[in-house]
T-cell receptor, first 109, second 113 residues
Framework: SQQGEEDPQALSIQEGENATMNCSYK?????LQWYRQNSGRGLVHLIL?????REKHSGRLRVTLDTSKKSSSLLITASRAADTASYFC?????????FGSGTKLNVKP | SAVISQKPSRDICQRGTSLTIQCQVD?????MFWYRQQPGQSLTLIAT?????????ESGFVIDKFPISRPNLTFSTLTVSNMSPEDSSIYLC??????????FGPGTRLLVL
């Protein structure tokens, strides 16, 4: 399977702290994306990083990609209670997308 | 971007019956996908819904169990056939717009008794 693994599986932090989630994948990719899912609803796209990029920022989000290690990390800075959700990485191989196992983030107010 | 709606949003069904889930997009899109998300799990791709031709199924999923229709570029249906409790999941459709970003519908929560 091309599905990746994410760690940690669950993360609980205080509001204002930073949250870091990691994703590892197995095969070559065109790009890697991060998604957020609130309470079993549809996923919301957060950020996309291409295979030739190493780092990307969007607001309080910072994503890194290391294709040699087949890994990516998502950093959420100055977390808020509203950031509580499950976060998934997804790798794209041409027209197919494979999702990681997800990290459940709980931000305590 | 794309706005996607799904019907029904949730259902409770008896084993042995079938349920058809509809996915409607507010614009014409080429790439449309169906996923399953079992409780507490990640998303698993069921198939790619191809307009005008048979869907492309992933390993472990077959057309007899999950028939898919894609009559045009804005609409698709997924049927979960001869359901068992193991089919209890959230079913999500998604589309790709632009370079590679997926947009997801709100999902259909299915409980099979």
């Amino acid at each position: 399977s091309q599905q990746g693994e994410e760690d940690p599986q669950a993360l609980s932090i205080q509001e204002g702290e930073n949250a870091t989630m990691n994703c590892s994948y197995k095969t070559s990719i065109n790009n890697l994306q991060w998604y957020r899912q609130n309470s079993g609803r549809g996923l919301v796209h957060l950020i996309l990083i291409r295979s030739n990029e190493r780092e990307k920022h969007s607001g309080r989000l910072r994503v890194t990609l290391d294709t040699s290690k087949k890994s990516s990390s998502l950093l959420i800075t100055a977390s808020r209670a509203a950031d509580t959700a499950s976060y998934f990485c997804a790798t794209a191989d041409f027209n197919k997308f494979y999702f990681g196992s997800g990290t459940k983030l709980n931000v305590k107010p | 971007s794309a706005v996607i709606s799904q019907k029904p949003s949730r259902d409770i069904c008896q084993r042995g019956t079938s349920l058809t889930i509809q996915c409607q997009v507010d614009s014409q899109v080429t790439m449309m996908f169906w996923y399953r998300q079992q409780p507490g799990q990640s998303l698993t791709l069921i198939a790619t819904a191809n307009q005008g031709s048979e869907a492309t199924y992933e390993s472990g999923f077959v057309i007899d169990k999950f028939p898919i229709s894609r009559p045009n570029l804005t609409f698709s249906t997924l049927t979960v056939s001869n359901m068992s409790p193991e089919d209890s999941s959230i079913y999500l459709c998604s589309v790709v717009v632009g370079q590679a970003t997926q947009y997801f519908g709100p999902g259909t929560r299915l409980l099979v008794l």
